[in-house]
């Protein structure tokens, strides 16, 4: 049972990721679309591009770590239970 609740948790952690992603074309059809009506600001629109692209994709690295934590952890509880349960017979 605690494999399962694991793996719908770690699923449920990395639904972030497909924001993430909407995020980032977001970002970047929103540079194309500015620079489409005013080319001189370009390198600047870049620039803001490239910083939104930076937060949100350090989001989508969050979700996926909270991910992996969310296996490891449970993992781990998993095994100090397991010896526990040997000391004590």
Do not use: W
Not at 49 to 76: C, P
Not at 78 to 85: A, S
């Amino acid at each position: 049972m605690l494999e399962g609740a694991k793996s719908i948790g770690a699923g449920a952690a990395t639904i972030a990721l497909a924001g993430a992603a909407i995020g980032i074309g977001n970002v970047f059809s929103s540079l194309i679309h500015s620079v489409a009506r005013n080319p001189s600001l370009a390198k600047q629109l870049f620039g803001y591009a490239i910083l939104g692209f930076a937060l949100t994709e350090a989001i989508a690295l969050f979700a996926l770590m909270m991910a992996f934590l969310i296996l490891s952890v449970f993992q781990i509880k998993n095994r100090v239970y397991i010896e526990y349960c040997k000391l004590i017979d």
